[in-house]
């Protein structure tokens, strides 16, 4: 038998994490990208960096050592306060540059801000890039295909990007062995973050930002954000969220009511319905809102769209209201009720009511 | 430079997902069978594209690679109201993913000349990673506005809102530029019946209708086959799994009075466990 040769680019198992942060806060996804890319570079034996753009970012770089950096580019620069895909896609570059070889992988989130520039950053090297993974591994892959003869043989530590497709139906696979760094983006709240160890050390290298003109074509005017001041979503153990299908900002005293009868309870919402101003942005669920995780999510007059559903797809019970029988929101919710939100709320809430009614009757009985 | 625009909108056909026909049993899409239909996000990127031409004046362009029967979707377009179409159909693509595919089009668009906006959906139905709009974008050195929910132009200056985690942000840059709309913009106003009456007119004489869409491979446009299809692909769809349908187990309370219903839900479902003492 003989030994089959690695056909696998050089590579010393470095992994980056391209960092985000929004008006100085670090995002969540980059704690997680941090835990899935030790993973890797973990298992491939190589060390795990990560790059942070932004201005006056304080002791980001820090926060990123605890949680399993080994090194931390720091791209400080009033030019960086906020994202724009040019001038970030500029340093990301400029740094992948100075690499003598390329990190085997990079890694960035399925956020709105990944989602634009990893494929910049990918069709520049010309390298290939997974979208939305919700796992990722390593492992050895044999190519078989003889399209392009070349490529055929064995290649060792492989990038597994594993992503649903078709409607979340199917689980794909996706490779891209024959060219470093192998890309990735991951979803949200998929993978687990370490446990911060503040003893943990790691370097922390400040790297220069050279914009040309050309980086700065697009201006940001205005970034509109909210962050949650007072809506305890992830805390609470009972979400009543409404959607579009409420028909108008007052529906919303619908769904105060019927959260009111829960302990611990909250008001959710879709973007449609924060788009459209009829609840501020901290009551969103969803992949550009909040990801909650409640025993029991309320879901009224929401249709269950992807990006919704990504953010309370892990709720204990999912109870879905909807008056079309096809909403796509049945397809994953536990318990659905086909009607009108204005004629079964109000008939939950007044059973719920009787309920209590009969409850505090049988104390009375019990302390006579 | 004020209007006219000359705009670009970059459509794909996929697979109707909602017909179960053309699914192989292990859950992938047997082309030859599915249905076939104009990628729902694109609907927007033409009503973005319409709505240029409409206000400020200028010409759209509508341009798709695929298989020779995408030429559908451009007859579809031409009915919205756009003004020509180009279809890039060749073997040679075949399994072409983002980065090939990025190529393909720039290829395309290069050919087809000079533009001042390029519209693009926000993703597919089918392959579904929005890495085709950015990655064109960085082909042609173009600034990129994605998730745009809305915009207008002034004097060739375009002022858009776009998506992010928790809000929106408004940004503005000078055309060219390339945007990838999203599902909240606008959806597609219905086709005039004189857009739909002239496409029919132009069916039955192919001469005409060949200066309406004009279709083109890899020679014309002069890609490298190289860099296309499964060659210039750095990435394959290695494996598919399938994978049971969501919870898929839902109850349901359907087609009676709400207080039966209602009752029904309270006493199957845990929703006692958390009411208010
Ligand atoms: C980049 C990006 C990020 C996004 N992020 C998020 C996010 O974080 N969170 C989010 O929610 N969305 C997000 N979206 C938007 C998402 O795609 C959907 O557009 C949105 O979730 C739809 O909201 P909806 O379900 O309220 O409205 P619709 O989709 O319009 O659904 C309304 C539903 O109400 C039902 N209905 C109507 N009337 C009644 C009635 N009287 N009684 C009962 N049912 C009724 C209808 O049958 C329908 O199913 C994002 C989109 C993009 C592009
Ligand atoms: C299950 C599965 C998973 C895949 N995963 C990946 C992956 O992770 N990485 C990868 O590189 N490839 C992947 N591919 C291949 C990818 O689907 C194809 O490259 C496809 O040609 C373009 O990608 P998309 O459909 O995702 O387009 P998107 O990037 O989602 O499309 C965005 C927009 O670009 C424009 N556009 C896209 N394609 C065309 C076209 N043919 N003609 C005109 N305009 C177009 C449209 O305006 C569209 O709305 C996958 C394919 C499958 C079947």
């Given at each position: 038998?003989?030994?089959?040769?690695?056909?696998?680019?050089?590579?010393?198992?470095?992994?980056?994490?391209i960092?985000?942060?929004i008006?100085?806060?670090?995002?969540p996804?980059?704690?997680?990208?941090?835990?899935?890319?030790?993973?890797?570079?973990?298992?491939?034996?190589?060390?795990?960096s990560?790059?942070?753009?932004?201005?006056?970012?304080?002791?980001?770089?820090?926060?990123?050592?605890?949680?399993?950096?080994?090194?931390?580019?720091?791209?400080?620069?009033?030019?960086l306060?906020?994202?724009?895909?040019?001038?970030?896609?500029?340093?990301?570059?400029?740094?992948?540059?100075?690499?003598?070889?390329?990190?085997?992988?990079?890694?960035?989130?399925?956020?709105?801000?990944?989602?634009?520039?990893?494929?910049?950053?990918?069709?520049?090297?010309?390298?290939?890039?997974?979208?939305?993974?919700?796992?990722?591994?390593?492992?050895?892959?044999?190519?078989?295909?003889?399209?392009?003869?070349?490529?055929?043989?064995?290649?060792?530590?492989?990038?597994?990007?594993?992503?649903?497709?078709?409607?979340?139906?199917?689980?794909?696979?996706?490779?891209?062995?024959?060219?470093?760094?192998?890309m990735?983006?991951?979803?949200?709240?998929?993978?687990t973050?370490?446990?911060?160890?503040?003893?943990?050390?790691?370097?922390?290298?400040?790297?220069?930002?050279?914009?040309?003109?050309?980086?700065?074509?697009?201006?940001?005017?205005?970034?509109?954000?909210?962050?949650?001041?007072?809506?305890?979503?992830?805390?609470?153990?009972?979400?009543?969220?409404?959607?579009?299908?409420?028909?108008?900002?007052?529906?919303?005293?619908?769904?105060?009511?019927?959260?009111?009868?829960?302990?611990?309870s909250?008001?959710?919402?879709s973007?449609?319905?924060?788009?459209?101003?009829?609840?501020?942005?901290?009551?969103?669920?969803?992949?550009?809102?909040?990801?909650?995780?409640?025993?029991?999510?309320?879901?009224?007059?929401?249709?269950?769209?992807?990006?919704?559903?990504?953010?309370?797809?892990?709720?204990?019970?999912?109870?879905?209201?909807?008056?079309?029988?096809?909403?796509?929101?049945?397809?994953?919710?536990?318990?659905?009720?086909?009607?009108?939100?204005?004629?079964?709320?109000?008939?939950?809430?007044?059973?719920?009511?009787?309920?209590?009614?009969?409850k505090?009757?049988?104390?009375?009985?019990?302390?006579? | 430079?004020?209007?006219?625009?000359?705009?670009?909108?970059?459509?794909?056909?996929?697979?109707?997902?909602g017909?179960?026909?053309?699914?192989?049993?292990?859950?992938?899409?047997?082309?030859?069978?599915?249905?076939?239909?104009?990628?729902?996000f694109?609907?927007?990127?033409?009503?973005?594209?319409?709505?240029?031409?409409?206000?400020?004046?200028?010409?759209?362009?509508?341009?798709?690679?695929?298989?020779?029967?995408?030429?559908?979707?451009?007859?579809?377009?031409?009915?919205?109201?756009?003004?020509?179409?180009?279809l890039?159909?060749?073997?040679?693509?075949?399994?072409?993913?983002?980065?090939?595919?990025?190529?393909?089009?720039?290829?395309?668009v290069?050919?087809?000349?000079?533009f001042?906006?390029?519209?693009?959906?926000?993703q597919?139905t089918?392959?579904?990673?929005?890495?085709?709009?950015p990655?064109?974008a960085?082909?042609l050195?173009?600034?990129?506005?994605?998730?745009?929910?809305?915009?207008?132009?002034?004097?060739?200056?375009?002022?858009?809102?776009?998506i992010?985690?928790?809000g929106?942000?408004?940004?503005?840059?000078?055309?060219?530029?390339?945007?990838?709309?999203?599902?909240?913009?606008?959806?597609?106003?219905?086709?005039?019946?004189?857009?739909?009456?002239?496409?029919?007119?132009l069916?039955?004489?192919?001469?005409?209708?060949?200066?309406?869409?004009?279709?083109?491979?890899?020679?014309?446009?002069?890609?490298?086959?190289e860099?296309?299809?499964?060659?210039?692909?750095?990435?394959?769809?290695?494996?598919?799994?399938?994978?049971?349908?969501?919870?898929?187990?839902?109850?349901?309370?359907?087609?009676?009075?709400?207080d039966?219903?209602?009752?029904?839900?309270?006493?199957?479902?845990n929703?006692?466990?958390?009411?208010?003492?």
């Open positions: 038998m003989s030994e089959s040769v690695n056909l696998a680019p050089p590579s010393d198992g470095e992994v980056l994490v960092a985000e942060q008006l100085g806060e670090l995002q996804v980059s704690l997680e990208l941090l835990g899935a890319g030790r993973y890797l570079a973990d298992k491939l034996g190589g060390k795990l990560t790059v942070i753009l932004g201005d006056n970012l304080g002791d980001i770089p820090k926060k990123l050592i605890e949680y399993g950096a080994d090194t931390v580019y720091v791209a400080d620069d009033p030019e306060r906020t994202y724009r895909t040019l001038s970030y896609r500029r340093v990301v570059c400029d740094l992948l540059e100075t690499f003598k070889l390329p990190p085997h992988i990079v890694l960035l989130g399925s956020t709105t801000t990944g989602r634009d520039l990893a494929p910049r950053i990918a069709a520049n090297f010309e390298t290939g890039l997974t979208a939305d993974c919700t796992e990722l591994d390593i492992g050895p892959y044999e190519h078989k295909s003889k399209v392009d003869p070349s490529k055929v043989g064995l290649y060792e530590g492989c990038l597994y990007a594993i992503r649903p497709s078709f409607g979340e139906s199917l689980k794909a696979r996706i490779l891209g062995p024959w060219k470093n760094p192998q990735a983006t991951t979803r949200p709240g998929q993978m973050p370490l446990a911060p160890d503040a003893n943990r050390v790691g370097k922390i290298v400040n790297i220069p930002v050279k914009l040309q003109k050309e980086d700065l074509r697009l201006v940001v005017a205005e970034t509109v954000r909210e962050v949650s001041k007072g809506v305890r979503l992830a805390e609470a153990d009972v979400i009543v969220s409404g959607g579009y299908g409420l028909g108008s900002k007052e529906g919303f005293e619908l769904m105060h009511e019927l959260a009111k009868c829960f302990e611990n909250a008001v959710g919402a973007r449609k319905v924060v788009d459209l101003g009829w609840i501020p942005y901290e009551h969103q669920v969803g992949q550009t809102g909040k990801t909650v995780r409640p025993k029991i999510y309320i879901a009224c007059g929401i249709s269950g769209a992807i990006q919704h559903r990504v953010g309370m797809s892990k709720s204990g019970t999912i109870i879905a209201i909807n008056k079309d029988p096809d909403a796509p929101i049945f397809k994953f919710a536990h318990h659905g009720i086909v009607g009108d939100v204005y004629q079964i709320v109000p008939e939950l809430i007044r059973q719920f009511k009787d309920k209590l009614a009969t505090g009757e049988k104390t009375v009985v019990h302390t006579h | 430079m004020a209007g006219p625009y000359e705009i670009f909108v970059l459509i794909k056909q996929v697979p109707d997902q017909s179960k026909a053309g699914l192989n049993p292990d859950g992938t899409i047997d082309r030859a069978k599915a249905k076939r239909m104009l990628n729902p694109d609907r927007y990127a033409l009503q973005a594209a319409l709505h240029v031409k409409r206000t400020y004046g200028g010409r759209v362009t509508a341009i798709s690679m695929g298989p020779p029967p995408a030429v559908e979707i451009l007859l579809e377009a031409l009915e919205h109201g756009v003004d020509r179409g180009f890039l159909s060749d073997r040679r693509l075949a399994a072409s993913d983002t980065l090939a595919t990025a190529y393909a089009l720039y290829k395309t290069t050919h087809v000349g000079k001042d906006l390029i519209f693009c959906g926000l597919t089918d392959g579904d990673t929005a890495q085709v709009g990655q064109l960085e082909r050195s173009l600034p990129q506005v994605t998730y745009c929910e809305d915009f207008h132009l002034d004097d060739g200056r375009l002022h858009a809102r776009r992010i985690e928790g929106v942000q408004f940004v503005d840059c000078v055309a060219p530029a390339l945007i990838t709309v999203a599902n909240s913009y606008h959806p597609l106003a219905y086709k005039s019946f004189r857009g739909a009456w002239r496409v029919q007119q069916q039955r004489n192919p001469e005409e209708l060949g200066k309406y869409i004009r279709t083109v491979d890899l020679d014309i446009i002069q890609a490298d086959p860099r296309c299809g499964l060659k210039g692909s750095p990435t394959i769809v290695a494996a598919t799994e399938k994978v049971g349908e969501l919870g898929g187990n839902c109850s349901m309370y359907e087609g009676h009075a709400p039966e219903m209602v009752g029904e839900l309270i006493e199957k479902s929703l006692k466990e958390f009411l208010v003492a």
